[in-house]
């Protein structure tokens, strides 16, 4: 059996969901031994989830009992000693800012292969699959290396459990810097919202949302169901929200279980964005739109009546 390794994303509730897709791609119907890494939290804290993803191993990472968390080049330089401790073939991770980040200096660090935002895996055959031209191919790609790096699309692979017991490990790595980079301080967003590119449901506004303030109405709902709040490439040219929000070719490429498209024509620029989501919901008062020929259910109306009645509906559920 070989050790896969996954750097786990923490947030202020605990493990991110979407690192489950990533555990269940590194379980592999339970071939590999699956070593989580984690710092910045007590490993004792994360192990519950964790094992019921199939880890075996939670490993608390530190460096000369430094939490090397807020570091990005302390973070890459203990993991890339414990991939070497551990014996890890290969290091997988959320293709998030951090994941892919963290797993390039890694890479960079051990000479080793490194695949970003893969939609697929095969451990046993170490084949990934990876979207290219905007979704039009894709290809399959074959790793003849070990170890090797790859950050996987979030939500891309759906999380199954398999409950097992999982050890607690804490590894002082004798890891050290360059001191080319020097954090001075952090600070952390006050935003609660929702990552898009990790949300499991996203709520988009097209040009017809028509003001920043018509966004209030998506979010409102968004927040009843746990989703983030999109916007096209068309609303964010016309100011109505800022480009952190923008889905599409030229935004960014999302994987949710639920897209809800309000007011969107369909464009190929921004199908290309949110192509993969799994159930797609068009709302749009132009039944002659293109985006209801590669939605799963179509909504012909008003998103300014439809959203605000699905609010209401939501609501009623508690």
Same mark, same amino acid.
């Given at each position: ?11 202020? $509730?605990?493990?991110? =969901? ?16 699956? &070593? ?16 019921? &993803? ?7 990472? /530190? ?8 570091? %990005? ?16 073939? !290969? ?5 998030? !800012?951090?994941?892919? $980040? ?19 895996? $095969? ?39 398999? %409950?097992?017991?999982? @050890?607690?490990?804490? #590894? ?12 001075? =301080? ?11 590119? @990790? ?10 949302? !028509?003001? %920043?303030?018509? #966004? ?10 746990? /989703? ?8 964010? $040219? ?20 639920? #897209? ?28 002659? !739109? ?6 799963? #259910? ?6 300014? =009546? ?5 609010? =209401? ?6």
């Amino acid at each position: 059996m070989s050790n896969i390794g996954v750097l786990i994303e923490i947030s202020d $509730d605990g493990v991110k =969901e979407a690192n489950f897709g990533v555990l269940t791609a590194a379980h592999g119907g339970g071939s590999h031994v699956i &070593y989580a890494f984690v710092c910045g939290v007590s490993a004792d804290s994360v192990v519950g989830a964790l094992q019921e &993803y199939g880890v075996q191993k939670v490993v608390e990472l /530190a460096v000369d009992g430094v939490d090397p968390a807020s570091n %990005p080049e302390l973070l890459s330089a203990a993991l890339a000693d414990a991939i070497n401790h551990f014996e890890i073939e !290969a290091l997988l991770g959320l293709s998030s !800012a951090s994941g892919r $980040d963290i797993l390039a200096r890694v890479a960079a660090l051990t000479g080793s292969p490194l695949l970003q935002d893969c939609v697929g895996i $095969d451990l046993t055959s170490k084949t990934i699959t990876k979207s290219h031209f905007s979704g039009k191919t894709v290809a399959s790609i074959k790793v003849n290396s070990n170890p090797f790096m790859c950050s996987l699309r979030p939500n891309t692979i759906e999380a199954q459990t398999a %409950p097992c017991t999982a @050890e607690v490990l804490n #590894y002082d790595t004798s890891a050290q810097t360059s001191g080319k980079l020097v954090v001075k =301080e952090v600070k952390q967003s006050q935003s609660k919202t929702v990552d898009l590119t @990790e949300a499991a449901i996203i709520i988009t506004g097209g040009r017809p949302i !028509a003001a %920043p303030d018509n #966004y209030k109405i998506l979010q409102e709902c968004a927040d009843l169901l746990g /989703a983030a709040v999109g916007a096209s490439r068309a609303a964010v $040219d016309a100011g109505f929200a800022p480009h952190s929000m923008q889905v599409g070719q030229t935004g960014k490429t999302v994987s949710p279980k639920l #897209y809800i498209g309000c007011g969107l024509s369909g464009s190929v620029q921004h199908f290309a964005g949110m192509k993969t989501s799994k159930i797609i919901v068009a709302i749009n008062t132009d039944k002659d !739109a293109p985006i209801f020929g590669k939605c799963d #259910y179509g909504i012909i109306g008003d998103l300014f =009546e439809v959203v605000p009645a699905l609010t =209401e509906v939501l609501k009623e559920q508690g």
